[in-house]
């Protein structure tokens, strides 16, 4: 049974998304993803994502829509990748990194060129 992965899809007030780096220790060390984390026992997807993203970068969302599920396997293990539209709350703090090397927030047609997660590259075409 896939593992639910939720994500953030950030945009601010000029259209840009935040992406996040992983560190270079962990799974996937370095690449690029839309911040988020696991769903865990007996949270909604909703609940998890706000819950990740206060941990992660110490702001808070206001979640839009839903965009559609997907798997991905990554051989050892099946995610099911749930992202959310979102944009920061109104008085929440900056994003920071505290679980991350580096953000970014880059314009649509750039989030090509970084060098994306493999289960976060086909959110791309869902924007």
Not at 88 to 117: F, I, N, T
């Amino acid at each position: 049974m896939p593992i639910p992965v939720v994500c953030a899809v950030i945009t601010d007030v000029a259209g840009r998304v935040l992406l996040a780096q992983r560190p270079a220790h962990k799974h996937l060390g370095l690449k690029w993803e839309f911040p988020g984390g696991k769903v865990e026992p007996g949270e909604t997807p909703e609940s998890a994502l706000l819950r990740e993203i206060r941990e992660e970068l110490g702001c808070e969302l206001v979640l839009g829509p839903a965009l559609p599920r997907f798997t991905h396997d990554y051989g050892a293990v099946v995610i099911e990748m749930i992202p959310f539209l979102a944009t920061l709350a109104p008085g929440s703090p900056p994003p920071h990194p505290h679980e991350h090397v580096a953000l970014v927030w880059a314009e649509p047609a750039v989030l090509p060129r970084y060098d994306l997660a493999p289960a976060d590259i086909p959110i791309l075409a869902m924007l």
